[in-house]
């Protein structure tokens, strides 16, 4: 009568009468049936705090917990998780003698890796096994939990073991808990036996069975072996249609993700919160952030609830367009719907704070994205806090920042290791800023870590690095020592060398690049004409312009014409140039404008220079650079009235022009100048070395160049506005703070004039340093008297 009554309060939803009621019982086996029926109940509610109170009740009153009770216990302590309480409950099941009892042995190991203690869940299964006291659901168990903490690796492994063991046979379970596995190691082999095992036991008919097998073969890029699936499967739900959109959305194939999801529609397929996601994240990967942006719009009319990997490819997809304004609309839905909550897992909150990092820092709201990097506590940021944070100033030209960022990340103490994105947004901050020391240390930190198994993305960052901070026989033993190679490689190693004007040593690349087997592309055409356009190989570079419709049908673009316009205008062939833009199959924009504008300084053409300008002004394209090179060419021509007109229109249209910076590494770090700077500490000895340089190269020939002084003034005062110009600066300071036969880097953000090119020349012959600088079009290596550029630059 007593157990019916607590079952009458349980019925009526008022437990707390029930357990009054136990509490005055003598403990007996249908007492403890009653405290299992508690207990469950609150399980089933999902109050695991109640259930560990109802357990430690239970043993305070000497109820006898039985192998019902400890499974129920034992989930409560996974689901919060706490692996305190779940570690005590062990020690209860192991005094009252339950560590044999294989249901109970089971809940433990579940127990453990909810917990995220899988060598504790693996120390029980091997006691289990050892006792021979392990069933199916022992195997599935282990294997799930593997599987759960994404060691694919060890879930494969010991799925292998148990297919071995002749008295267990794999079931449904087993199959969908190593699938998973198959495809996050790109195991097609292995995926493929399993698909076999599932025909020949009949598992495959089972719809759990046929998604499982439909993701794997998608994560092993087999889309066409999952469509096979997908199509032979009599039963599917929307699970399985998931699958495929999923899985066409990863591999690239957008369109046919789509048609599926059209697809879905038609049938009245109820769409889930997964479909949405995968294709907002598709249009997102693809850079289609509008569409996205819409997708998700629909599905809020349609009232389905975003989770938080919508919100990230939300945020993603406004990242790619740099939609500033919809990324602060979905911030603030992350705020009110998913952020700031008890209940939160604090894992998926940060993917979202990530997100929106990532989002700020690609509008180029950095200053915003640090704030947001800077609320996460230290201890609480992962690897990709980190490395979005970096990316996010390396791509938009905050460098010095990016790499203060990540050296915070290395310094001792943080136990934060960077992944292959981090360095690689290191490495790019440090090409950005011709930071050649700071790159070299990134070099040897990731030889001492040993990042082997994805080496070849790093090492073709570091030849870009290396290319871009003037050491190209760093970047050529880089190359040389890689194992493989792709297209990027090539092609990284190529721009350098056009970077440097080595034209003949790119040719030779191109060879050997086509004796490797790779073709090529548009981009690979591109980075050809620049190296010609920066070598002076006028006809080589005309020869692969023709060659590249009639022998490898790569149709030229606008990137092209330009690179064409620009190697014809560098070489003073106007004529062939105008003939090229007129017959462009597309409308010539500001970019080639700008190279026959540059071309005309280089020759001094006023009167096509003017006609360039004009074009560039009805494009509505005029910028400082454009301004700049027309002002040029009027001073050449001492037509200093028109370069008056032209400051005044650049006033008048307020645009201003970026003033000339130049940086140069020292012992100490980098220095920074401007033009006529004079503040830093060691000013006055910059300036007493720089003007004793400039009369010793005069003694042996230097003349000032004094028409690269856009003021109408006489020669003299010229000559003094010259003297201060920022790379002269850099270079004095170089030779101050450098040892004798060490190169000199030397990097500044314009173009260099040609009266400092001159000096550099001539100061080459009367310093022991190679000078190495880099402007915004090329590098120039000043070496004996001459320079590597051989005039074209």
């Known amino acids: 009568f007593t157990t019916r009554l607590v079952s009458a309060y349980l019925t009526h939803n008022a437990p707390s009468h029930s357990i009054s009621i136990l509490e005055r019982l003598t403990p007996s086996t249908s007492v403890v049936f009653c405290w299992n029926t508690i207990i469950r109940r609150s399980l089933r509610l999902g109050f695991s705090h109640d259930v560990l109170s109802l357990f430690r009740r239970m043993l305070r009153l000497h109820c006898p917990p039985d192998h019902y009770t400890f499974p129920f216990v034992l989930k409560a302590c996974g689901e919060l998780p706490s692996f305190r309480s779940g570690a005590a409950v062990h020690a209860v099941v192991s005094t009252t003698g339950f560590d044999s009892n294989v249901f109970v042995c089971n809940a433990l190991v579940a127990m453990y890796a909810r917990c995220g203690e899988l060598d504790d869940a693996r120390q029980m299964f091997e006691e289990m096994h050892d006792k021979g006291i392990c069933d199916i659901v022992s195997w599935n168990s282990i294997v799930a939990a593997y599987t759960q903490s994404r060691d694919a690796k060890n879930a494969v492994e010991l799925f292998r073991i148990m297919m071995n063991d002749s008295e267990i046979h794999p079931d449904i379970v087993s199959l969908v808990n190593v699938l998973p596995a198959c495809g996050s190691l790109g195991a097609s082999l292995h995926g493929m036996q399993l698909h076999a095992f599932a025909l020949r036991r009949g598992l495959f008919e089972d719809v759990f069975v046929g998604n499982a097998l439909m993701d794997m073969y998608a994560k092993c890029r087999m889309i066409e072996q999952a469509n096979k699936v997908f199509e032979s499967m009599e039963v599917k739900d929307v699970v399985s249609w998931n699958a495929m959109v999923t899985g066409y959305s990863q591999a690239g194939r957008f369109e046919e993700a789509l048609g599926l999801f059209e697809k879905m529609r038609e049938e009245k397929i109820e769409l889930d919160v997964v479909t949405w996601s995968a294709v907002i994240a598709g249009y997102a990967q693809k850079g289609h952030g509008y569409e996205a942006l819409g997708v998700f719009r629909q599905m809020q009319l349609c009232g389905s609830k975003p989770n938080v990997v919508t919100l990230v490819s939300v945020l993603s997809g406004c990242a790619s367009i740099a939609a500033l304004l919809q990324g602060k609309e979905t911030h603030c839905y992350a705020i009110k719907c998913v952020l700031n909550y008890d209940w939160n897992d604090p894992g998926e909150d940060l993917m979202v704070i990530n997100g929106l990092i990532d989002m700020y820092a690609k509008c180029k709201s950095t200053n915003v994205a640090r704030l947001m990097f800077d609320s996460v506590a230290p201890s609480d940021r992962n690897v990709v806090t980190w490395t979005v944070m970096i990316g996010g100033y390396a791509q938009h030209g905050e460098a010095n920042d990016a790499l203060k960022l990540f050296s915070e990340m290395l310094q001792e103490g943080n136990s934060m290791k960077p992944n292959t994105f981090t360095i690689c947004c290191a490495l790019m901050a440090c090409a950005h800023l011709a930071a050649l020391r700071f790159g070299k240390q990134i070099h040897a930190y990731i030889l001492r870590n040993r990042y082997e198994s994805v080496m070849l993305f790093m090492e073709n960052c570091l030849i870009d690095m290396y290319s871009k901070s003037g050491d190209m026989h760093a970047a050529r033993v880089v190359f040389d020592n890689m194992q493989h190679r792709n297209s990027v490689s090539w092609t990284s190693l ?228 010259l003297f201060e110009h920022s790379e002269k600066l850099a270079l004095a300071y170089g030779i101050l703070v450098s040892t004798p036969g060490v190169p000199i880097h030397i990097t500044k953000n314009l173009r260099v004039c040609s009266d400092c090119h001159n000096a550099f020349t001539y100061i080459s012959m009367i310093i022991d340093n190679e000078i190495i600088l880099r402007d915004s079009s090329r590098f120039h290596h000043f070496k004996s008297g001459s320079c590597s550029c051989r005039g074209y630059w």
């Not at 592309?521 to 080589?540: A, K, N, R």
């Not at 001094?604 to 560039?616: I, R, S």
């Not at 008056?644 to 100490?668: D, E, F, I, N, T």
Request: glycine residues 10%.
């Open 494 to 721: 190529l721009t350098g060398y056009g970077m440097h004007g080595y034209g003949e040593e790119a040719i030779k690349v191109l060879d050997d690049m086509r004796a490797a087997g790779f073709v090529p592309d548009g981009i690979t055409f591109l980075v050809l004409l620049y190296v010609c356009s920066h070598s002076g190989m006028v006809d080589q570079g005309i020869r692969f312009f023709e060659s590249m419709h009639t022998e490898y049908s790569v149709t030229p673009e606008l990137d092209h014409y330009a690179c064409m316009v620009d190697l014809l205008g560098r070489a003073g062939r106007f004529g062939q140039a105008l003939e090229l833009v007129h017959s462009m199959p597309m409308e010539p924009t500001a970019i080639v404008w700008i190279a026959l504008l540059s071309g005309c300084r280089i020759h001094g053409n006023v009167e096509l220079g003017e006609y360039a300008a004009a074009q560039l002004q009805e494009l509505g394209s005029e910028n400082d650079g454009s301004y700049t090179l027309l002002s040029n060419i009027y001073a050449n021509a001492r037509r200093w009235r028109d370069v008056a007109r032209v400051r005044s229109l650049m006033k008048y249209s307020g645009v201003k022009k970026r003033p000339g910076c130049s940086w140069v590494q020292g012992k100490k770090g980098t220095a920074t100048f401007y033009v006529g700077d004079r503040s830093h500490p060691q000013f006055e000895q910059i300036y007493k070395l720089l003007a004793d340089l400039i009369q010793r190269i005069k003694a042996i020939g230097f003349v000032p160049e004094t028409n690269c002084a856009l003021h109408d003034v006489d020669d003299e005062e010229k000559g003094d506005l």
